[in-house]
């Protein structure tokens, strides 16, 4: 009987003590990856032409999740960097695309004059996170740790930077395309590191960098000089070093600009791709050295994905086309002026299939603004390659179907969204300043723009995959509950239990 007691004991220590273990237990550095553009099939797609060390060393050793798609519309990388780190949509995070309206008033998603730029005498770094409504998952992290965590982003884009690392980041870095270096914003900080500088320093003198100039987005060099920045950091800040969990959050924008100039298929889209996977092996081998394999949890994934060009779609006997939303605008206003005769326009604005209504225009020309929505309800009925044309206001009991529904709702922030949302027949998009003849763009309910690769590798996390449908704002969740942390405050999302599993059984 004293045996079985002191078994008993035993076996209730070891119980506690590995209960105890998996709540002090944490990685040193979470690092997140985005893509931006990254259809989920390119990972399949690439997978034979890269040797193992970047993404086939994250698909090989990594957990992958297959059926990872975005839950709002539209899909635009401000919107996706948002949602991806805090576990939420625009409804609730307020990110609404890359630039919206707020009130009526136009507004770019991460644009604030009331801060100056750091690093060069352009404005480009007249950036702060001020409207985004939510925590991030590094806000969460730095709150936990009463803000001894350090929590850094890194991009070519200034909203792929700051949007990520949330309002309470310690930096932020994007690329000053015209001054040839990187920045950041007084709202961070009032002169470089000396690490950011000796980055500027080496783009100064790099003749390649100079000879593409403005156009260094489309390039492979791009995405090399982010992975610089990114390695700095880590080894600036002592990231993973600093005795607490810390965050790095990089985005990569190349694959996004060579997309809209080239689309998604040929020379340029394949060696963004090349290059993409050698700088994925160049920051795994610098978190190797720097962290330790076991010592970081990174995870992989896109804020949209991208459609195929529409002329190659139509070449191949497919659907597909150009939507010339400025000249429904105008169309759509001279229905409007003959139905309600009205003398001024009632459109604010058509933008990634937003209807923003000018209200004050309404209102002096004493009209309605259900007769507007109507109008446009039946301009839009008949509008070639359009399939249908909802009022936000009443989502809940229009004819879309649920899933589409859904994602409208999600979309939806009542003082930042607009008035009325249009869907498009698949394989049509945009035509505009955001697509060349030969490009392509993105930003629809469509699986070609919503389905998102998702990797998890590293920290506690086992080799496998999983075809069960997630969500894009179910990333945070999963990073926050592996840290053991507040989920962040607007958190709509839930954690991925199999990526849960395999780190439980780690």
């Not at 044309?389 to 939806?412: C, F, H, I």
């Amino acid at each position: 009987m004293k045996r079985f007691y002191l078994l008993i004991c035993f076996l209730l220590t070891a119980s506690i003590t590995a209960l105890a273990q998996t709540f002090t237990s944490k990685p040193k550095l979470v690092v997140g990856v985005v893509v931006d553009q990254m259809r989920w099939d390119y990972l399949s797609r690439y997978y034979d032409q890269m040797p193992y060390g970047g993404l086939k060393r994250l698909i090989n050793d990594g957990y992958s999740i297959n059926n990872c798609l975005i839950n709002y519309v539209p899909t635009i990388t401000a919107i996706g960097h948002s949602s991806i780190y805090t576990g939420t949509t625009p409804a609730y995070h307020g990110i609404c695309g890359n630039s919206f309206y707020v009130d009526g008033e136009p507004v770019g998603c991460v644009a604030d004059d009331n801060y100056q730029t750091v690093g060069s005498d352009t404005k480009r770094g007249q950036s702060s996170p001020h409207l985004l409504l939510a925590s991030t998952i590094g806000d969460q992290l730095r709150l936990h740790t009463d803000f001894r965590s350090k929590v850094i982003g890194v991009s070519y884009k200034d909203r792929a930077a700051i949007l990520p690392a949330g309002r309470s980041a310690n930096a932020a870095y994007w690329m000053d395309n015209t001054a040839g270096c990187f920045v950041t914003s007084t709202y961070y900080m009032n002169e470089l590191p000396d690490y950011a500088k000796d980055v500027n320093a080496q783009m100064a003198k790099n003749k390649e960098v100079k000879a593409l100039g403005k156009d260094i987005n489309l390039s492979p060099v791009c995405g090399h000089l982010i992975t610089d920045m990114a390695i700095a950091a880590i080894k600036g800040e002592n990231l993973g070093r600093n005795g607490t969990t810390d965050m790095l959050c990089v985005s990569y924008s190349q694959t996004d600009a060579i997309g809209h100039k080239w689309a998604t298929r040929g020379q340029h889209t394949d060696e963004a791709y090349m290059g993409l996977d050698q700088d994925i092996k160049r920051l795994l081998s610098v978190l190797d050295a720097q962290v330790g394999h076991e010592n970081y949890l990174l995870f992989l994934t896109a804020d949209h994905g991208g459609a195929h060009n529409w002329q190659f779609m139509q070449d191949h006997k497919l659907n597909g086309g150009k939507w010339l939303y400025q000249d429904h605008q105008k169309q759509a206003e001279a229905y409007i002026a003959k139905k309600l005769h009205a003398t001024k326009n009632v459109i604010k604005d058509i933008t990634v299939y937003r209807i923003y209504l000018d209200h004050q225009s309404i209102a002096e020309q004493h009209l309605s603004v259900s007769d507007v929505k109507q109008c446009l309800t039946e301009y839009f009925r008949t509008a070639p390659n359009v399939v249908q044309v909802v009022d936000y206001e009443k989502l809940r009991t229009s004819s879309l179907p649920e899933r589409q529904m859904n994602m409208a709702l999600m979309g939806y922030h009542p003082r930042r969204s607009g008035d009325m949302l249009i869907i498009v027949e698949p394989g049509y998009y945009e035509y505009g300043d955001w697509s060349s003849p030969v490009g392509t763009t993105h930003g629809t309910w469509n699986p070609y723009d919503a389905h998102i690769p998702l990797l998890f590798y590293g920290w506690h996390i086992k080799h496998g995959e999983s075809s069960r449908e997630v969500h894009i704002n179910d990333i945070a969740p999963t990073i926050c509950q592996m840290l053991h942390i507040q989920q962040p405050n607007a958190c709509s999302g839930e954690a991925i239990l199999e990526v849960m599993n395999s780190a439980a059984a780690h």
